[in-house]
């Protein structure tokens, strides 16, 4: 087993006490009013609050070793609950508040906790009688509200009767993160204040330009680990400041009135806005389109002669032109502040990546996953190379683990060595096991492939990948992610296993393909629309002449399954992060697809 020299601070606790204390009087969150307007709270109103709670939690017999948990979206009552739990060197466990009913009694059951937050009185009413067959569950609180049985309460008979906070040691457990699983019960993450703690100063080492006067928007869960260490961990260390996105609908507008000058994301929120511009510029056509045209071939012009160390004047002013009367308004619509952003949970697109850098909106692909804290390797403004995910962050090593794959292959499966690896599974051995190896390291089931800089560029996933009758292996989760750029699709899925070709699952943008009908007069109601053989045929081939540009013959679908309804979290195909469930996937649609594979 590797030991790890730790900066300093080793413990969330300090972590937050340190910046109540530097940065007292700094605003830190702000959340949106019923009029539209961010109303801020300072580090020191936060810190008052965390005291406050952790003296309630006391009270109630919380210690050390003991698990609180929280069922609510992004809010600063999730902060307080947090740190007023590891103050008393217990565990943390925070839920999706759009989760199932039955993960929610998994996850609570599992973790042994003793006292639950819950949003809102609806959700109470739902995990109420929870108790009956989960003894361990003491007492349930509503965080919306005042009086009996509410947060308030409990912060309100802590200030009374205050205690002192633990500085918990930094192997100590500081939460679990419940994994949403594409198969199976959730896991829960064991990670320990050195985890998250290490993480994150690894992660600013990347980023010094990152300041206390920085300002991001909060637009990841803090339920996942990525939300956790890269946006909140981060920008608590800095003393810096965070609005909390109102919900993911309002992302785009909450942009315009925070105006954030950095933002830690993932690619839908860069695709989407890429795409919805792309469509624009299409409908508008005119001058506005060749403007747009002309930046972006200018952009790619002004790149090709910097490699050379060259310059060309009616370049730079073509440029500048476009720069001025189209992609300012995209900067704009962004806040207009943005000095660059960080991606993370899939890797970004290099050619949406590369316009983002072209217009002054640099996008830095990073890469990690839970049970690594998450993050294991980051580009970073002054090292990165588009298409890769980064070099290792600091203390973290990669290793390529190649004796997985097939023989002859350039890639392995990544490897991962440092202080941000997982303690293991709460309560699963066997499956933690699996995962760890004998000497620290932690296999992730991702392939990919280190240049000799130590750049990691991931090249599929193991357990994904499938070979074709003919041999040939297939990595459908790249390839699912370039159909997903095609202008008339939201999701896609690639199956093919042992078979003679692969075939698409197909769903369809239906505004964009609404409009598509509009525009052609064609019937508007989408049942008759995807029956129509121009339409799916307009799709299709529009697919397979975008793959073709980047994969093999054999890789791209022969046939297309086109479906009415999208992959959600409702009805169980994707995980809370945003991850396609594939066998829950193929085990709906198989009857389909194999009508397809009879067909000559």
């Known amino acids: 087993m590797h030991t790890y020299q730790l900066d300093k601070p080793d413990n969330l606790v300090a972590l937050l006490e340190e910046s109540v204390a530097k940065y007292s009087y700094n605003r830190i969150f702000g959340t949106k009013n019923k009029q539209g307007v961010y109303e801020w709270v300072t580090y020191r109103e936060v810190g008052q609050r965390v005291d406050n709670l952790r003296g309630g939690l006391a009270k109630l017999g919380v210690k050390k070793g003991d698990a609180v948990g929280f069922i609510a979206n992004n809010r600063v009552e999730w902060v307080v609950a947090a740190f007023a739990t590891y103050g008393l060197g217990a565990r943390y466990v925070p839920m ?41 569950l003491e007492k349930i609180f509503i965080i919306d509200g005042a009086g009996e049985g509410s947060m308030a309460a409990v912060e309100k008979s802590g200030a009374a009767q205050p205690v002192p906070s633990i500085q918990p040691l930094p192997d100590d457990i500081a939460g679990l993160i419940y994994t949403s699983g594409t198969t199976g019960d ?144 995209v900067r704009e619509k962004m806040g207009g502040r943005l000095m660059g952003a960080m991606s993370g949970s899939a890797a970004m697109n290099p050619d949406i990546a590369q316009f983002f850098f072209d217009i002054g909106i640099p996008i830095y692909d990073c890469y990690g996953m839970t049970e690594t804290s998450p993050a294991i390797s980051m580009n970073a403004s002054y090292s990165y190379r588009l298409g890769s995910v980064g070099q290792a962050i600091d203390k973290v090593k990669i290793v390529i683990d190649s004796s997985v794959v097939e023989e002859g292959a350039k890639d392995g499966e990544i490897v991962a060595y440092g202080p941000n690896i997982m303690k293991g599974y709460h309560n699963k051995p066997d499956q933690t096991r699996e995962v760890l190896t004998h000497d620290g390291g932690m296999r992730t089931g991702d392939r990919g492939r280190l240049d000799k800089d130590g750049f990691l560029y991931i090249t599929g996933r193991i357990k994904e990948q499938f070979k074709l009758e003919n041999g040939k292996f297939v990595f459908p989760a790249s390839m699912e992610e370039d159909i997903c750029l095609h202008p008339y699709v939201q999701n896609a899925v690639v199956y093919g296993e042992n078979r003679a070709f692969t075939i698409c699952l197909v769903v369809p943008d239906f505004v964009a393909v609404e409009a598509y009908a509009e525009k052609n ?15 799916t045929f307009m799709i299709s081939n529009g697919i397979t002449e975008q793959l073709k540009k980047k994969y093999g013959g054999y890789e791209i679908p022969k046939k297309f399954i086109f479906l009415k309804d999208n992959f ?24 389909q697809i194999e009508a397809q594979y009879a067909r000559k």
Not at 524 to 532: A, T, Y
């Open 186 to 329: 959730p896991k829960g993450v064991l990670l320990s204040h050195a985890n998250f703690t290490s993480n994150t100063l690894a992660g600013l080492k990347k980023y010094p330009e990152l300041k206390g006067d920085g300002l991001t928007l909060a637009i990841l869960p803090w339920a996942h680990s990525y939300g956790q260490t890269g946006e909140l961990y981060a920008i608590i260390k800095l003393g810096a400041a965070l609005g909390i996105a109102e919900s993911p609908a309002t992302v785009a507008s909450d942009l315009a009135v925070v105006k954030p000058n950095w933002l830690i994301a993932v690619p839908r929120v860069f695709n989407r806005i890429y795409d919805g511009l792309n469509k624009k510029m299409e409908e508008t056509g005119g001058l506005a389109k060749t403007l747009f045209d002309m930046g972006v071939a200018a952009a790619k012009k002004k790149r090709e002669l910097a490699a050379e160390g060259k310059s060309c004047l009616l370049t730079n002013l073509k440029f500048k032109i476009a720069d001025k009367i189209v992609f300012s308004k």
């Open 521 to 535: 007069h064609l019937p508007k109601d989408m049942d008759v629309l995807l029956e129509r053989e121009e339409v």
């Open 568 to 591: 959600t979290l409702e009805n169980g195909m994707l995980t809370q992060t945003m991850k396609l469930k594939r066998r829950v996937v193929m085990d709906k649609y198989m009857e």
């Open 96 to 136: 999706y508040e759009s989760e199932l009913l039955h993960v929610w009694k998994y996850i609570i059951k599992d973790s042994g906790l003793k006292i639950l937050f819950v949003a809102n009185p609806e959700i109470y009413e739902k995990v109420k009688d929870f108790p009956k067959d989960i003894p361990a």
